[in-house]
T-cell receptor, first 114, second 114 residues
Framework: AQSVTQPDIHITVSEGASLELRCNYSYGATPYLFWYVQSPGQGLQLLLKYFSGDTLVQGIKGFEAEFKRSQSSFNLRKPSVHWSDAAEYFCAVGATGGGNKLTFGTGTQLKVEL | GAGVSQSPSNKVTEKGKDVELRCDPISGHTALYWYRQSLGQGLEFLIYFQGNSAPDKSGLPSDRFSAERTGGSVSTLTIQRTQQEDSAVYLC????????????FGPGTRLTVT
């Protein structure tokens, strides 16, 4: 069965600093990988996705993520964090061929200090 | 265009009562998913509809949970004889299905069972 690990429950960064959120997955084949963001009281918004091809993917709001098969990782990065980036971030893996049911990590809560 | 909508946004019910949660997917999306987000379990898959195929019910936690999708569009998630552990945010998502695996989420319905 597929699984996703987000080892950092909470992360605090200063505005303008760089950010990296970690995500490790377990899946038997090439996975479909996603990062979603959830602001308080809001639904999930897709930041970026990896299906195949270039392992460095660009997303919205200046985020990017890199798929590293050898490390089973899909870490999310942003070079300069804005106060509005404070939210909860979820990494997810999709079951290819099975309707892409998503398995989510437990999330990382990002706090941005001004 | 319009995104995924869910109603009600909040629902408080007494233990033992039945509840119905509604999801209106994005027009033209053939795939529809229900997920549950709770403090104890995180984000978990419940059920998946794709076109006219039989739904994948593999994530439903008990036989008190059921869902239907009428006319390939609107879906209703029904929870019978609600229990306190059913308290959670129920999220609906839709996608184009087929080779397109991006899921777009609604704002969710917060269910509180007292």
């Amino acid at each position: 069965a597929q699984s996703v690990t987000q080892p950092d429950i909470h992360i605090t960064v200063s505005e303008g600093a760089s950010l990296e959120l970690r995500c490790n997955y377990s899946y038997g084949a090439t996975p479909y990988l996603f990062w979603y963001v959830q602001s308080p009281g809001q639904g999930l918004q897709l930041l970026l996705k990896y299906f195949s091809g270039d392992t460095l993917v660009q997303g919205i709001k200046g985020f990017e993520a890199e798929f590293k098969r050898s490390q089973s990782s899909f870490n999310l990065r942003k070079p300069s964090v804005h106060w509005s980036d404070a939210a909860e971030y979820f990494c997810a893996v999709g079951a290819t061929g099975g309707g892409n049911k998503l398995t989510f990590g437990t999330g990382t809560q990002l706090k941005v200090e001004l | 265009g319009a995104g995924v909508s869910q109603s009600p946004s909040n629902k408080v019910t007494e233990k033992g009562k039945d509840v119905e949660l509604r999801c209106d997917p994005i027009s033209g999306h053939t795939a529809l998913y229900w997920y549950r987000q709770s403090l104890g379990q995180g984000l978990e898959f419940l059920i998946y509809f794709q076109g006219n195929s039989a739904p994948d019910k593999s994530g439903l936690p008990s036989d008190r949970f059921s869902a239907e999708r009428t006319g390939g569009s609107v879906s209703t998630l029904t929870i019978q004889r609600t229990q306190q552990e059913d308290s959670a945010v129920y999220l609906c998502a839709s996608s184009l299905g087929g080779e397109s695996y991006e899921q777009y989420f609604g704002p969710g319905t917060r269910l509180t069972v007292t």
